[in-house]
């Protein structure tokens, strides 16, 4: 064509990686927000099989948000003391090491958490259902051993 010259290959390779790569960060979104939806539908669906296996919790008071598993990010839960029948109990929590700024938010806010923390006993009687809750004395750690 008069006027313009052709395309050189280098040119022609260049434009195929910025199409590739603006393709590939599409599709990346596309990813992750189909993740995050699955995420939160796995949450609400979990929460609705709490609810109906413990009636006592409300399901539409929960929000999937805040409805962590027990082993994201928190992998062991540790109880010094009570396999000797202690009758006070260091609670640990053992996690993994953060792999996001979210995760390190979240054990942050976990850890001040569980500084005020209340526990809860929930006693259910499966024929009538009814529901006895018991809330213990305030916790006091074990002097530790030197």
Do not use: C, W
Request: charged share 30%.
């Amino acid at each position: 064509m008069p006027g313009k010259s052709p395309a050189s290959p280098a040119d022609v390779v260049v434009k195929l990686r910025e199409k590739i790569d603006s393709e590939e960060r599409q599709l990346n979104e596309r990813v992750a927000a189909e993740r995050k939806l699955r995420v939160n539908l796995g949450r609400s669906e979990a929460i609705k099989q709490v609810g109906r296996v413990y009636p006592f919790i409300d399901p539409k008071k929960v929000n999937p948000a805040d409805v962590q598993l027990l082993f994201d990010p928190v992998l062991l839960v540790a109880f010094h003391g009570a396999s000797a029948s202690e009758p006070k109990v260091d609670i640990e929590f053992i996690a993994k090491t953060p792999e996001s700024k979210v995760e390190e938010k979240f054990l942050k806010a976990f850890e001040v958490a569980v500084k005020f923390a209340a526990f809860k006993t929930f006693k259910i009687d499966l024929d009538t259902g009814g529901v006895g809750v018991s809330t213990p004395g305030a916790y006091k750690p074990r002097p530790k051993k030197a």
